[in-house]
T-cell receptor
Framework: DTGVSQDPRHKITKRGQNVTFRCDPISEHNRLYWYRQTLGQGPEFLTYFQNEAQLEKSRLLSDRFSAERPKGSFSTLEIQRTEQGDSAMYLC????????????FGPGTRLTVL | GDSVTQMEGPVTLSEEAFLTINCTYTATGYPSLFWYVQYPGEGLQLLLKATKADDKGSNKGFEATYRKETTSFHLEKGSVQVSDSAVYFCALSEIHGQNFVFGPGTRLSVLP
């Protein structure tokens, strides 16, 4: 399967713990995006990378959140000191810059903070 | 800031009925417009798109026309099937290759 993959698919953690999610984009895609989706809502933009550079961060991305894409391929999203309000689906998408904005989405990681 | 508004769901239709899901947007420039679909248990998939005014996107029997004068991008299908049951998201992208702004989604259920 050459689509966007995310790991893990589900994560249950206790409040205060740190969690890390991984996203593997489509191999030739140079842009990678993170979104958060809560129940009954559309995805909300968090941040995006072009190659290894993080070009934009949403105000939703508090200091407890950090994202990296060290070699311009896979990306990780870490949430420190998780709170119950962090419970959501975290989506990753990738695209090829120059191709009319089409983003390809992964299946998401569902985070539950107890 | 940019925003997308969709008609509230859920929408329940009988098979072969006509579907319209309304979408309107607010943007400062001239965005590209998209419809994404999320089938149960699956990730978001692009359904169709339009990049400039009066463009019509179409796929799998679905259509939507970019109407700049009414800032709308309504999704239509002439005859829905049970397999079309899903959540549909309208979205815009203001700058080429930048992040999307999504609407809240409209859940469609098609009954046999």
């Amino acid at each position: 399967d050459t689509g966007v993959s995310q790991d893990p698919r589900h994560k249950i953690t206790k409040r205060g713990q740190n969690v890390t999610f991984r996203c593997d984009p489509i191999s030739e895609h140079n842009r990678l995006y993170w979104y958060r989706q809560t129940l009954g809502q559309g995805p909300e933009f968090l941040t995006y990378f072009q190659n290894e550079a993080q070009l934009e961060k949403s105000r939703l991305l508090s200091d407890r959140f950090s994202a990296e894409r060290p070699k311009g391929s896979f990306s990780t999203l870490e949430i420190q000191r998780t709170e119950q309000g962090d419970s959501a689906m975290y989506l990753c998408a990738s695209s090829l810059y120059g191709e009319d904005n089409e983003q390809f989405f992964g299946p998401g990681t569902r985070l539950t903070v107890l | 800031g940019d925003s997308v508004t969709q008609m509230e769901g859920p929408v329940t239709l009988s098979e072969e009925a006509f579907l319209t899901i309304n979408c309107t947007y607010t943007a400062t420039g001239y965005p590209s417009l998209f419809w994404y679909v999320q089938y149960p248990g699956e990730g978001l998939q692009l359904l169709l798109k339009a990049t400039k005014a009066d463009d019509k996107g179409s796929n799998k029997g679905f259509e939507a026309t970019y109407r700049k004068e009414t800032t709308s991008f309504h999704l239509e299908k002439g005859s829905v099937q049970v397999s079309d049951s899903a959540v549909y998201f309208c979205a815009l992208s203001e700058i080429h290759g930048q992040n999307f702004v999504f609407g809240p989604g409209t859940r469609l259920s098609v009954l046999p």
